[in-house]
């Protein structure tokens, strides 16, 4: 079973950074896809930057150029550089696995494991 534990959300100024962390436990971490996806007033969850197994990535069009994924695979992490924030950013973000490693999708019906959440608040 795999277990994800974000961090580093809070609160920035519109332009300012943040950056996502999140932390993978419990099997093979470098044999999943991962994601990041956010959930804002209450809508559906966003996938907004997704990576594979073999390093390729996919950004949504309100985040493309702003927002960078990555991953260590050494530390079993998943990272996401939030640069030149914008209020309509805030909501809760959250980091998602799924073991089709190759896979590089930001739809949340493809993962199959979540963190809880962590809230990033942009204020103008």
């Known amino acids: 079973q795999l277990q994800l534990v974000e961090s580093g959300g809070g609160s920035a100024q519109s332009g300012g950074s943040l950056r996502l962390s999140c932390a993978a436990s419990?099997?093979?971490?470098?044999?999943?896809?991962m994601a990041w996806f956010r959930r804002v007033n209450g809508e559906g969850r966003e996938g907004i930057a997704a990576i594979g197994y073999d390093g390729d990535v996919r950004y949504a069009d309100s985040v493309k150029g702003r927002f960078t994924i990555s991953q260590d695979n050494a530390k079993s992490t998943l990272d996401l550089q939030m640069n030149s924030l914008r209020p309509e950013d805030t909501g809760m973000y959250y980091c998602?696995?799924?073991?089709?490693?190759?896979?590089?999708?930001?739809?949340?019906?493809?993962?199959?494991?979540w963190g809880q959440g962590t809230q990033v608040t942009v204020s103008s």
């Open positions: 998602a696995a799924s073991p089709r490693a190759c896979m590089v999708s930001r739809q949340s019906a493809d993962f199959d494991y």
């Open positions: 419990g099997v093979f971490y470098s044999r999943y896809s």
